[in-house]
């Protein structure tokens, strides 16, 4: 069950959909003509079921074939507000604005496996095909099912595929259990009594505190979580202060927390409130503590998860197909939380072969397009067989 050859047959149309939607990123909630693109395409294989506007710029594709099982596979369409440097003939359009996580190829990858779905519908069953918006930060996923995603279109189980740099190109990795992180935010406003630098004792110091706190922080992930389990805390910003000679009277520091337990997420959570507060106290300050449980950890399941590798080896070949935990975060997560499922990367090459995600050299690899299609198509007929098969 290698590539498949229709698909293969596919290859230069899929570069020039790639190409296109590369050339005209759009950010979250914003994929109007991705959106537009998507449903003409759909609509020239002969897609009747399309439902567009879901979960804001939303579309949803429905291939059916006589009565039977009902799977959803997912694409992501959202760019990124990042100044292309790819230096390519099809390089973005809109100053600021380019595709550098891939959502490009993603969309691409389930359009190429729409097109051979529809037209051999060597199944029995339906495929939803959820084309997403607003993955980057802003959770497209979650909107998507407030909006009724899989009450409109239920399904048994819901599978998705992310590029994946620093993997051998072509290569598909999953794994079952936790596979992408939490992704939580916090912001700190620390606030004192500001007064002359150089009369410190006349001033209630945020510096001070805020610095004690931020160093407070990496305490809770070296003293209070399991070592066996995986714990980040990162300060990613602080503003406080603009002349040498005055101590503000607020600090305001933030960051992210990662981890994959969402025991310990909780756990941690209320820990960073005790040792704020007492902080804070010592230091004659207020620390006013905001905490936003942005992303859950994705967490594929077992069952979907070994389902997809044996899909995975049989498209590849590869002997090893499995993915080691990532600290970054996925709305896929969402999904994963009300149904069954798997999330599976594929590599877009090694690192010099591929920029990183979210760099402006990132570029998606055209030459696995055939392959994340063909994934996607043989999961569906495996999932979906017909009697005979």
Not at 46 to 57: D, F, L, M, N
Not at 174 to 181: D, L, N, R, T, Y
Not at 255 to 274: E, H, I, P
Request: contains cysteine.
């Amino acid at each position: 069950m290698p590539i498949v050859n229709r698909i293969s047959a596919y290859q230069d149309d899929m570069k020039d959909w790639r190409h296109d939607i590369h050339k005209h990123p759009e950010l979250a909630y914003e994929e109007r003509r991705t959106a537009g693109q998507v449903v003409k395409l759909l609509k020239s294989f002969g897609i009747k079921e399309i439902v567009e506007g879901i979960g804001g710029t939303g579309v949803v594709a429905v291939i059916k074939n006589g009565d039977g099982p009902r799977i959803a596979l997912r694409a992501d369409m959202d760019a990124l507000p990042i100044s292309e440097e790819t230096g390519t003939d099809y390089s973005s359009v809109h100053p600021g604005v380019m595709h550098a996580c891939g959502h490009d190829g993603h969309t691409v990858m389930l359009l190429g496996a729409a097109k051979y779905l529809a037209e051999t519908k060597n199944f029995r069953g339906t495929i939803v095909l959820v084309f997403q918006p607003a993955e980057e930060g802003f959770a497209g996923a979650k909107a998507m099912m407030q909006d009724g995603l899989f009450e409109r279109f239920p399904v048994d189980a819901v599978y998705g595929l992310h590029n994946w740099p620093g993997a051998p190109s072509g290569e598909i990795l999953v794994s079952p259990g936790p596979i992408m992180a939490a992704a939580d935010t916090f912001s700190v406003t620390v606030t004192g009594q500001g007064g002359h630098g150089a009369m410190p004792h006349k001033a209630v110091d945020p510096i001070i505190a805020s610095s004690l706190m931020i160093s407070g922080l990496q305490s809770l992930v070296s003293r209070s979580a399991d070592p066996k389990e995986t714990l980040v805390i990162s300060v990613t910003k602080i503003n406080g202060g603009d002349a040498f000679n005055v101590i503000p009277d607020s600090v305001v520091f933030g960051g992210t927390v990662r981890y994959f337990d969402t025991d310990l997420g909780a756990s941690n959570k209320k820990r960073m409130d005790q040792m704020l507060g007492g902080i804070a106290s010592a230091h004659n300050v207020k620390a006013e503590f905001s905490y936003d449980e942005v992303y859950p950890p994705t967490v594929n399941h077992e069952k979907e998860a070994d389902f997809a590798r044996e899909i995975a080896i049989k498209v590849t070949g590869q002997e090893s197909v499995e993915a080691q935990h990532s600290m970054g975060s996925e709305d896929f997560s969402f999904y994963l939380q009300e149904l069954p499922g798997a999330y599976a990367w594929i590599g877009n090459g090694l690192i010099g072969e591929s920029a990183h995600l979210h760099n402006p050299h990132y570029n998606f690899n055209d030459d696995i397009l055939p392959v994340g299609a063909s994934f996607f198509v043989r999961l569906a007929e495996a999932a979906l067989p017909h009697a005979e098969n």
